[in-house]
Each structure stands twice: as C-alpha cells, then as structure tokens.
C-alpha cells in the first residue's frame, strides 16, 4: 500500500528490469530494434495528443510530448539483446504545478505498453523468464 501511495505521489514514471510493479517492467518482444523503433513511431504518430519530438534509430531511443489531457515529456529506449529479442523501456515525466500527477505518468506507460503488444509480438517483463 505505502509503495502505490508512493508511485502515486510523484510526477515521473519509468520501467526498469526489477521494478516492484509488475507492469513497469522492462517488456521484450520478438523482434529486431529496427522493427520495434518503427512500431513505436508509427504508434506515437497515431495518436492525436502525442507529438513526435525526435527519434534516433541508431540509438535507439524516441521522444515525444504528450499534449492533452495533461502535458507529459516521454522517452522511449529500445535496446537488442539478440537478433529478435528487444527491450522496451519507457520514461514519462508529466508537466504540472504540483510535484505530483496522481499515477498519470504510470498510465502514459501502461498505454505505450498495450499499443506495442497490439503490433509487435511480446515476449515476456523478465529476462529470467525469456532466456
């Protein structure tokens, strides 16, 4: 309980390998950065309140702004481990007056989480579960 209140009251989230969430864990799928960087950018450029601010497919990584219903900064890094096995890891700072955006940042992520795995095929959230 004290660890969701804690996630709740700051204004940035991020995933990460051993994330005590289980859904801002660093998520795999199967298939080459170059594909998962597509993928990522063909779902920020969907979306009407996301706008693309830069993408560099030879590092790997993407930024975007998110717009409505709140103002949120993202980025999103992709990072090979094999040939078709791809980490997805993503960091949102939301924009607002108070230090704290009420899990808005966590909800920006669970979202990019759910549109990758509509396009890409997903592996697993551990690198113990996926060797």
């Given amino acids: 309980m004290l660890k969701?209140?804690?996630n709740i009251l700051k204004n940035n989230s991020e995933t990460s390998e051993n994330h005590q969430d289980p859904l801002l864990q660093t998520h795999y799928f199967k298939a080459n950065r170059t594909k998962v960087m597509e993928a990522v950018e063909e779902l920020v450029k969907q979306q009407s309140n996301y706008k693309l601010l830069?993408?560099?497919k030879e590092r790997g990584e993407l930024s975007f702004e998110v717009t409505s219903p709140r103002k949120a900064f993202a980025v999103i890094t992709a990072t090979s481990l094999r040939p078709f096995k791809t980490?997805?890891?993503i960091n949102v700072t939301s924009e607002s007056p108070l230090p704290i955006d009420f899990g808005?940042?966590?909800k920006v992520i669970l979202?990019?989480?759910e549109g990758l795995k509509g396009r890409l095929e997903f592996i697993g959230t551990s690198l113990l579960e996926n060797n």
Avoid: E, K, P
Wanted: glycine content about 6%; overall charge positive; cysteine-free.
């Fill in 4 to 6: 969701r209140l804690q």
């Fill in 54 to 56: 830069g993408s560099s």
């Fill in 87 to 89: 980490a997805v890891d």
């Fill in 104 to 106: 808005y940042s966590r």
């Fill in 111 to 113: 979202s990019i989480n």
